[in-house]
Each structure stands twice: as structure tokens, then as C-alpha cells.
Antibody, heavy 125, light 110 residues
Framework: QVQLVESGGGVVQPGRSLSLSCAAS????????MHWVRQAPGKGLEWVAF??????EEYYADYVKGRFTISRDNAKLYLQMNGLRAEDTAVYYC????????????????????WGQGTTVIVSS | QSALTQPASVSGSPGQSITISCTGT?????????VSWHQQHPGKAPKLLIY???LRPSGVSDRFSGSKSGNTASLTISGLQAEDEADYYC??????????FGTGTKVTVL
């Protein structure tokens, strides 16, 4: 079945780095745009970053720009997080951009239809 | 980057209808028909309920409906059921940053 599985979370000291991965299965991952979204404890969803299917486009939220880098290969999505701060503590989700139905490569749908279960990042000294 | 504005909480009795609002600007909700709604139960990943303002993915109950007027989108849940108790988030394409979520609304079934 269509599935996303995040990994790489953990406890890290402020200022240090961490790399997250998101493994996709059950669909043609390389044809879909992908996002990272996070949720701080007890807080709402917060969009983090986007990468197009062909790696040509990437966008970041202002609060992570210059510190986080999104990347992908044919099977996985990644998030390299540098200069981590206490406020980056959150569950990080990867999500597919599609509408739950047929989505065509190269078309922007601006909808997140499949989500992973999340991986927890705790930034603390 | 400011979030879209939602009420913190909405409640209703079983069988009733409730509506959750989501207010943005002309750079997001008002300028594009790319509004989505997600439902999130505690400890779970979000689930897509509505996309493109008013469309439902296959398998989503028709008790959930979406609409938009100007810079404000709305999610209506009709025939409220106990399992509808959850957090609800709107989201939209935003021209200045790509994507934005709402502040979230906790729905309580009385």
C-alpha cells in the first residue's frame, strides 16, 4: 500500500545537526512533489519545506531557511537540519503532494494526501 | 510567515452541524482555489478531508464539505458524530512561500 516512513529523529543539543529520512513505498515516488511538515508538542501543524519531483524547485519556511536543506533521491526524501534550536523540537512528517486520486507529473496540486507517521526531534542540552 | 486564522475550538452535539472558518489573505485563500482541510486525532498523522476548496478524496464521508468566500474558507461537518472529535487544520497554497497551515481548531462533541 502507499506508505511513507520517517526515520532519523532523536535528541540533539542546540546548535548541532540532524538528518531525517523518509522512505516511500507503494507508489512512484520519483514522480511526486514532497513536503516536510512539523508539529511542536501541543501545537499545530507547521509547513517546513517543499521539493519538486525533479529537484528543480525547493522552498522553505522563513523559520528554517538557511538552516535546513531538503533533498531527495529516487526512493527517499531527506531533511538536513543544521544549527538546531529548542524551537525546532517537534514531530516531523513527510507528506506527498497529490489529491488522493490520479495526479500527473509536473502538475501542481498543492494538497498533501499521504503522510508518514512522523519522527520526533528533541533539541535540548 | 503568519498562519491562517482558525477558531481555537468549536463544539456541537451529536447530529448537529458545525462550521470551522479559516481566514487568510489574497496571497493565499483569496487568490487561489487550493484550500485543503485535514483531520488529526491525538497521536496520529493528519488525514486529508477536503482539497481544492470543496472536493473530497475517495473514502471521505460526505458529511464533510468545504467552501470559500473571499479570503475565508469554511469546513462544515454535518450530522456530527463522536468520532469527529479531533483537531482540524486548513491549509493553502501561498504565493509568497508555497504553503501555509491554519492555526488549528479543536472540535468537541458534547
Amino acid at each position: 500500500q502507499v506508505q511513507l516512513v520517517e526515520s532519523g529523529g532523536g535528541v540533539v543539543q542546540p546548535g548541532r545537526s540532524l538528518s531525517l529520512s523518509c522512505a516511500a513505498s507503494g507508489f512512484a515516488f520519483h514522480t511526486y512533489p514532497m513536503h516536510w511538515v512539523r508539529q511542536a508538542p501541543g501545537k499545530g501543524l507547521e509547513w517546513v519545506a517543499f521539493m519538486s519531483y525533479d529537484r528543480e524547485e525547493e522552498y522553505y519556511a522563513d523559520y528554517v531557511k538557511g538552516r535546513f536543506t531538503i533533498s531527495r533521491d529516487n526512493a527517499k526524501l531527506y531533511l538536513q537540519m543544521n544549527g538546531l534550536r529548542a524551537e525546532d523540537t517537534a514531530v516531523y512528517y513527510c507528506a506527498r503532494e497529490c489529491t488522493g486520486g490520479v495526479c500527473y507529473t509536473g502538475v501542481d496540486y498543492h494538497t498533501l494526501d499521504v503522510w508518514g507517521q512522523g519522527t520526533t526531534v528533541i533539541v535540548s542540552s | 510567515q503568519s498562519a491562517l486564522t482558525q477558531p481555537a475550538s468549536v463544539s456541537g452535539s451529536p447530529g448537529q452541524s458545525i462550521t470551522i472558518s479559516c481566514t487568510g489573505t489574497s496571497s493565499d485563500i483569496g487568490g487561489y482555489n487550493f484550500v485543503s482541510w485535514h483531520q488529526q486525532h491525538p497521536g496520529k498523522a493528519p488525514k486529508l478531508l477536503i482539497y481544492d476548496v470543496s472536493l473530497r478524496p475517495s473514502g471521505v464521508s460526505d458529511r464533510f464539505s468545504g467552501s470559500k468566500s473571499g479570503n475565508t474558507a469554511s469546513l462544515t461537518i454535518s450530522g456530527l458524530q463522536a468520532e469527529d472529535e479531533a483537531d482540524y487544520y486548513c491549509s493553502s497554497f501561498r504565493s509568497t512561500s508555497r504553503y501555509v497551515f491554519g492555526t488549528g481548531t479543536k472540535v468537541t462533541v458534547l
